[in-house]
Protein backbone atom coordinates (compact mmCIF):
# COMPACT_ATOMS: atom_id res chain seq x y z
CA UNK A 1 0.00 0.00 0.00
CA UNK A 2 1.28 3.49 -0.92
CA UNK A 3 -1.77 5.41 0.45
CA UNK A 4 -1.86 7.15 4.23
CA UNK A 5 -4.77 4.64 5.21
CA UNK A 6 -7.23 6.31 7.81
CA UNK A 7 -9.70 3.42 8.76
CA UNK A 8 -12.93 4.71 11.10
CA UNK A 9 -16.37 4.51 11.23
CA UNK A 10 -19.60 6.30 9.72
CA UNK A 11 -20.71 8.13 12.29
CA UNK A 12 -19.53 7.94 16.00
CA UNK A 13 -22.50 8.90 18.62
CA UNK A 14 -25.11 6.03 18.45
CA UNK A 15 -27.78 5.50 21.80
CA UNK A 16 -27.17 1.45 21.14
CA UNK A 17 -23.19 1.99 21.24
CA UNK A 18 -23.62 2.66 24.62
CA UNK A 19 -22.60 -0.56 26.75
CA UNK A 20 -21.17 -2.80 23.65
CA UNK A 21 -18.49 0.29 22.79
CA UNK A 22 -18.67 3.48 25.04
CA UNK A 23 -18.84 2.78 28.94
CA UNK A 24 -22.43 2.77 30.20
CA UNK A 25 -21.23 5.82 32.76
CA UNK A 26 -19.50 7.60 29.57
CA UNK A 27 -20.91 10.81 28.98
CA UNK A 28 -22.27 11.16 25.44
CA UNK A 29 -20.00 14.58 25.33
CA UNK A 30 -17.13 12.70 25.64
CA UNK A 31 -17.72 10.01 23.21
CA UNK A 32 -15.86 11.33 20.25
CA UNK A 33 -12.78 11.74 22.96
CA UNK A 34 -12.86 7.92 23.55
CA UNK A 35 -13.60 6.67 20.07
CA UNK A 36 -9.70 8.59 19.13
CA UNK A 37 -8.15 7.77 21.96
CA UNK A 38 -8.98 4.46 23.72
CA UNK A 39 -10.09 3.08 20.34
CA UNK A 40 -7.41 3.87 18.76
CA UNK A 41 -9.43 5.80 15.42
CA UNK A 42 -7.66 8.06 13.54
CA UNK A 43 -10.70 9.09 11.60
CA UNK A 44 -13.99 9.63 11.24
CA UNK A 45 -17.31 10.36 9.04
CA UNK A 46 -19.45 12.66 10.71
CA UNK A 47 -22.83 11.53 9.26
CA UNK A 48 -24.77 13.96 11.06
CA UNK A 49 -24.20 17.12 8.55
CA UNK A 50 -26.43 15.11 6.09
CA UNK A 51 -29.48 16.01 8.89
CA UNK A 52 -28.30 18.86 9.65
CA UNK A 53 -26.00 22.20 8.26
CA UNK A 54 -22.89 21.56 9.86
CA UNK A 55 -21.29 24.76 11.54
CA UNK A 56 -17.77 26.63 12.70
CA UNK A 57 -18.59 26.17 16.32
CA UNK A 58 -19.15 22.23 15.36
CA UNK A 59 -16.37 21.21 13.86
CA UNK A 60 -14.23 23.43 16.42
CA UNK A 61 -15.76 21.69 19.02
CA UNK A 62 -14.67 18.23 17.19
CA UNK A 63 -11.14 19.09 16.18
CA UNK A 64 -10.62 19.97 19.77
CA UNK A 65 -11.65 16.40 21.35
CA UNK A 66 -9.23 14.78 19.07
CA UNK A 67 -5.48 15.10 18.06
CA UNK A 68 -4.05 17.25 15.61
CA UNK A 69 -3.53 14.58 13.08
CA UNK A 70 -7.17 13.16 13.46
CA UNK A 71 -9.03 13.54 10.29
CA UNK A 72 -12.53 13.94 9.51
CA UNK A 73 -14.65 13.22 6.52
CA UNK A 74 -17.99 15.29 5.98
CA UNK A 75 -20.83 13.86 4.57
CA UNK A 76 -22.91 16.65 2.64
CA UNK A 77 -26.15 18.02 3.94
CA UNK A 78 -28.80 16.76 2.07
CA UNK A 79 -30.31 19.72 0.63
CA UNK A 80 -27.28 19.45 -1.71
CA UNK A 81 -27.59 16.32 -2.68
CA UNK A 82 -31.11 14.64 -2.18
CA UNK A 83 -33.46 17.79 -1.52
CA UNK A 84 -32.61 19.03 -5.24
CA UNK A 85 -35.46 18.86 -7.61
CA UNK A 86 -37.32 21.58 -8.16
CA UNK A 87 -41.19 19.72 -7.39
CA UNK A 88 -42.11 16.82 -5.79
CA UNK A 89 -44.52 14.20 -5.16
CA UNK A 90 -47.13 12.97 -2.61
CA UNK A 91 -46.99 8.90 -2.16
CA UNK A 92 -49.35 7.25 -1.05
CA UNK A 93 -50.21 5.24 1.85
CA UNK A 94 -48.10 7.64 4.53
CA UNK A 95 -44.64 7.34 2.92
CA UNK A 96 -42.77 9.78 2.22
CA UNK A 97 -42.76 12.63 -1.02
CA UNK A 98 -40.61 11.68 -3.46
CA UNK A 99 -38.73 14.25 -6.22
CA UNK A 100 -40.79 15.05 -9.26
CA UNK A 101 -37.79 14.31 -11.57
CA UNK A 102 -39.32 15.79 -14.64
CA UNK A 103 -39.31 19.33 -12.86
CA UNK A 104 -35.65 19.65 -13.22
CA UNK A 105 -32.71 20.34 -10.66
CA UNK A 106 -32.97 23.49 -9.04
CA UNK A 107 -30.33 26.39 -9.91
CA UNK A 108 -27.47 27.51 -8.82
CA UNK A 109 -28.87 30.52 -7.40
CA UNK A 110 -31.26 28.35 -5.57
CA UNK A 111 -28.53 26.41 -4.10
CA UNK A 112 -26.02 28.81 -3.64
CA UNK A 113 -26.89 30.07 0.02
CA UNK A 114 -27.40 26.02 1.02
CA UNK A 115 -23.36 25.33 -0.17
CA UNK A 116 -22.10 28.38 1.20
CA UNK A 117 -22.84 27.94 4.64
CA UNK A 118 -21.88 24.26 4.24
CA UNK A 119 -18.33 25.32 2.59
CA UNK A 120 -17.65 28.13 5.32
CA UNK A 121 -18.00 24.91 7.91
CA UNK A 122 -16.14 22.65 5.51
CA UNK A 123 -13.53 25.08 4.94
CA UNK A 124 -12.84 25.82 8.94
CA UNK A 125 -11.65 21.94 8.96
CA UNK A 126 -9.52 22.14 5.97
CA UNK A 127 -7.89 25.23 6.83
CA UNK A 128 -6.78 23.21 10.21
CA UNK A 129 -5.79 20.56 8.08
CA UNK A 130 -8.14 18.32 9.64
CA UNK A 131 -10.76 17.78 6.58
CA UNK A 132 -10.36 14.43 4.58
CA UNK A 133 -13.19 15.07 2.11
CA UNK A 134 -16.57 15.77 1.57
CA UNK A 135 -18.63 12.88 0.80
CA UNK A 136 -21.94 13.69 -1.52
CA UNK A 137 -23.93 10.69 -1.91
CA UNK A 138 -26.69 11.02 -4.02
CA UNK A 139 -30.17 9.01 -4.39
CA UNK A 140 -31.27 6.22 -6.66
CA UNK A 141 -33.03 8.71 -8.93
CA UNK A 142 -29.64 11.26 -9.51
CA UNK A 143 -28.42 9.09 -12.70
CA UNK A 144 -25.83 9.17 -15.44
CA UNK A 145 -27.58 12.01 -17.54
CA UNK A 146 -25.53 15.05 -19.11
CA UNK A 147 -27.71 17.34 -16.85
CA UNK A 148 -26.98 15.15 -13.65
CA UNK A 149 -23.27 15.42 -14.98
CA UNK A 150 -23.44 19.00 -14.92
CA UNK A 151 -24.78 19.29 -11.82
CA UNK A 152 -21.77 17.56 -10.10
CA UNK A 153 -19.86 20.06 -12.12
CA UNK A 154 -21.72 22.85 -10.73
CA UNK A 155 -21.42 21.10 -7.40
CA UNK A 156 -17.28 21.37 -7.40
CA UNK A 157 -17.97 25.19 -8.59
CA UNK A 158 -19.61 25.86 -5.43
CA UNK A 159 -17.77 23.99 -2.98
CA UNK A 160 -14.38 25.42 -4.23
CA UNK A 161 -11.26 24.24 -3.00
CA UNK A 162 -12.67 21.30 -1.02
CA UNK A 163 -11.67 17.49 -1.94
CA UNK A 164 -15.50 16.14 -2.80
CA UNK A 165 -16.15 12.35 -3.07
CA UNK A 166 -19.37 11.35 -4.74
CA UNK A 167 -21.10 8.12 -3.76
CA UNK A 168 -24.08 6.97 -6.22
CA UNK A 169 -26.73 4.88 -5.91
CA UNK A 170 -27.17 4.31 -9.90
CA UNK A 171 -25.78 1.42 -11.73
CA UNK A 172 -26.08 3.86 -14.70
CA UNK A 173 -22.88 5.46 -13.15
CA UNK A 174 -21.03 2.00 -13.31
CA UNK A 175 -21.40 2.32 -17.20
CA UNK A 176 -19.76 4.27 -20.29
CA UNK A 177 -17.63 6.52 -19.44
CA UNK A 178 -19.10 7.47 -15.68
CA UNK A 179 -15.35 7.04 -14.39
CA UNK A 180 -13.20 8.43 -16.49
CA UNK A 181 -15.51 11.71 -16.22
CA UNK A 182 -14.99 11.67 -12.76
CA UNK A 183 -11.84 11.44 -12.90
CA UNK A 184 -11.01 14.47 -15.41
CA UNK A 185 -13.66 16.38 -13.20
CA UNK A 186 -11.13 15.65 -10.35
CA UNK A 187 -14.02 14.01 -8.30
CA UNK A 188 -13.59 11.04 -5.86
CA UNK A 189 -15.71 8.22 -6.22
CA UNK A 190 -16.73 6.36 -3.12
CA UNK A 191 -17.27 2.66 -3.67
CA UNK A 192 -19.40 0.73 -1.84
CA UNK A 193 -19.54 -2.67 -0.16
CA UNK A 194 -23.67 -3.71 0.08
CA UNK A 195 -25.68 -6.63 -0.02
CA UNK A 196 -26.16 -7.81 -3.72
CA UNK A 197 -29.43 -6.86 -4.41
CA UNK A 198 -31.31 -5.92 -7.80
CA UNK A 199 -30.65 -2.27 -8.10
CA UNK A 200 -27.83 -2.58 -5.45
CA UNK A 201 -24.35 -1.15 -6.48
CA UNK A 202 -21.30 -3.77 -6.26
CA UNK A 203 -18.27 -2.92 -5.17
CA UNK A 204 -16.14 -1.80 -8.03
CA UNK A 205 -12.75 -0.34 -6.48
CA UNK A 206 -12.39 2.67 -8.96
CA UNK A 207 -10.35 5.98 -7.63
CA UNK A 208 -10.71 9.18 -9.60
CA UNK A 209 -8.61 11.21 -7.78
CA UNK A 210 -5.63 11.59 -4.83
CA UNK A 211 -8.14 10.69 -2.60
CA UNK A 212 -9.89 6.91 -2.60
CA UNK A 213 -12.88 5.91 -0.24
CA UNK A 214 -14.38 2.57 0.62
CA UNK A 215 -17.54 2.57 2.57
CA UNK A 216 -19.11 -0.59 4.48
CA UNK A 217 -22.68 -0.84 4.27
CA UNK A 218 -22.70 -4.57 5.76
CA UNK A 219 -24.72 -7.60 3.31
CA UNK A 220 -27.87 -7.89 5.64
CA UNK A 221 -30.28 -9.12 2.79
CA UNK A 222 -33.16 -7.54 4.36
CA UNK A 223 -32.42 -3.95 3.45
CA UNK A 224 -35.52 -2.90 0.89
CA UNK A 225 -38.20 -1.12 3.24
CA UNK A 226 -36.18 -1.99 6.08
CA UNK A 227 -35.94 0.07 9.39
CA UNK A 228 -32.14 1.76 8.94
CA UNK A 229 -31.64 -0.31 12.48
CA UNK A 230 -32.51 -3.29 10.50
CA UNK A 231 -30.39 -2.71 7.28
CA UNK A 232 -27.37 -1.57 8.85
CA UNK A 233 -27.52 -4.75 11.60
CA UNK A 234 -24.87 -7.14 10.13
CA UNK A 235 -21.06 -8.13 11.65
CA UNK A 236 -18.63 -9.18 8.78
CA UNK A 237 -16.87 -12.30 9.05
CA UNK A 238 -13.18 -12.08 9.09
CA UNK A 239 -13.01 -14.31 6.07
CA UNK A 240 -15.30 -11.65 4.32
CA UNK A 241 -13.47 -8.65 5.10
CA UNK A 242 -10.35 -10.88 4.04
CA UNK A 243 -11.89 -11.19 0.77
CA UNK A 244 -11.79 -7.55 -0.10
CA UNK A 245 -8.23 -7.27 0.58
CA UNK A 246 -7.23 -7.09 -2.55
CA UNK A 247 -9.64 -4.22 -3.79
CA UNK A 248 -8.56 -2.03 -0.86
CA UNK A 249 -5.00 -2.81 -1.95
CA UNK A 250 -5.69 -1.85 -5.06
CA UNK A 251 -7.37 1.59 -4.51
CA UNK A 252 -4.98 2.34 -1.53
CA UNK A 253 -1.90 1.89 -4.82
CA UNK A 254 -3.24 4.34 -6.79
CA UNK A 255 -4.03 7.10 -3.66
CA UNK A 256 -2.40 9.52 -1.27
CA UNK A 257 -4.55 9.38 0.94
CA UNK A 258 -7.93 6.51 1.67
CA UNK A 259 -10.37 5.85 4.23
CA UNK A 260 -12.30 2.93 4.72
CA UNK A 261 -15.28 3.32 6.63
CA UNK A 262 -17.80 0.95 8.53
CA UNK A 263 -21.17 1.60 8.32
CA UNK A 264 -22.90 -1.32 10.14
CA UNK A 265 -23.54 0.87 12.80
CA UNK A 266 -25.98 -1.58 14.95
CA UNK A 267 -24.56 -1.93 18.18
CA UNK A 268 -21.51 -1.27 17.26
CA UNK A 269 -20.89 -3.49 15.30
CA UNK A 270 -19.03 -0.87 12.97
CA UNK A 271 -16.62 -0.31 15.49
CA UNK A 272 -16.05 -4.44 15.97
CA UNK A 273 -15.12 -4.54 11.81
CA UNK A 274 -12.96 -0.98 11.81
CA UNK A 275 -10.97 -2.73 14.10
CA UNK A 276 -10.71 -5.99 12.68
CA UNK A 277 -9.72 -3.90 9.51
CA UNK A 278 -6.97 -2.02 11.13
CA UNK A 279 -6.02 -5.44 12.55
CA UNK A 280 -5.67 -6.83 8.99
CA UNK A 281 -4.44 -4.05 7.36
CA UNK A 282 -2.15 -1.88 9.35
CA UNK A 283 -0.78 -4.82 11.69
CA UNK A 284 -0.57 -7.92 9.90
CA UNK A 285 -3.45 -9.81 12.06
CA UNK A 286 -6.59 -11.74 11.25
CA UNK A 287 -7.53 -12.72 13.93
CA UNK A 288 -10.96 -10.95 15.35
CA UNK A 289 -10.61 -8.16 17.97
CA UNK A 290 -11.48 -8.79 21.43
CA UNK A 291 -12.91 -6.38 23.56
CA UNK A 292 -15.97 -5.33 21.88
CA UNK A 293 -19.10 -6.61 22.24
CA UNK A 294 -21.49 -6.07 20.11
CA UNK A 295 -23.99 -8.69 20.46
CA UNK A 296 -25.10 -8.68 24.34
Known amino acids: MTADLRIGTCGYSFPDWKGPVYPPALRPSMYLVYYARSLGFTAVEIDSSFYRMPTVPLVEAL ?40 SGLKTADMLSPLFQEFHTAALALQKAGRLGTVVLQYPPWFKDTPRDRDFLLMTKELLPGLPLSIEFRDETWHQGDALSFLEQATLGYVAVDEPQLRNLIPLVPAVTSDIAYLRLHGRNPKWFGASREERYDYLYSTTELEEMRPAIDHMARRARLMFVMTNNCHRGQAVQNAKDLQQMLLFGDTRPVEGIDSTS
Not at 70 to 77: D, M, P, R, V
Request: no cysteine.
Open 63 to 102: MQKTAPGFLFTLKAYRGMTHDIWQAMKPAGGGHPAFPDVS
